[in-house]
């Protein structure tokens, strides 16, 4: 069974040792910049704790420890995760909600195209 999404938390400082929230088991984790909302990390995980200490944000291979040494605010970003039963399944939820992402996306494109029109 796939438990909901937790509230977003700002990212700890690993430099005054806060620890990250996140299942010791399988499930899915999301990172963002909390200025403008983009996606900086999403993907599922065998385990959520350590995917999340090991992770890289945005394309830059510029782990957030390093963005905290930087002098770049850590409270730039948040987190949630969602704790799933087995790997299999954190894969699927996240492969449906790139899904939807995916839609979603295309649509807004669309609509952006027509002029902004609604009608």
């Known amino acids: 069974m796939v438990s909901p999404w937790t509230n977003w938390k700002s990212l700890p400082d690993p430099t005054?040792?806060?620890?990250?929230?996140a299942p010791i088991g399988p499930g899915l984790y999301e990172v963002r910049r909390t200025s403008?909302?983009?996606?900086?990390?999403f993907g599922p995980a065998e385990n959520v704790a350590q995917a999340m200490a090991a992770l890289r944000l945005n394309a830059q291979q510029i782990s957030w420890l390093s963005i905290v040494r930087s002098r770049q605010p850590p409270?730039?970003?948040e987190y949630r995760t969602?704790?799933?039963?087995?790997?299999?399944?954190a894969k699927t939820v996240?492969?449906?909600?790139?899904?939807?992402?995916?839609?979603?996306?295309?649509?807004?494109?669309?609509?952006r195209a027509a002029g902004g029109n609604a009608a």
């Open 16 to 21: 005054a040792g806060e620890p990250i929230e």
């Open 36 to 41: 403008n909302g983009e996606l900086a990390a």
């Open 75 to 77: 409270d730039d970003y």
């Open 82 to 89: 969602r704790a799933t039963a087995t790997k299999g399944e």
């Open 94 to 111: 996240a492969d449906s909600l790139r899904g939807r992402r995916n839609v979603y996306w295309r649509r807004r494109a669309g609509w």
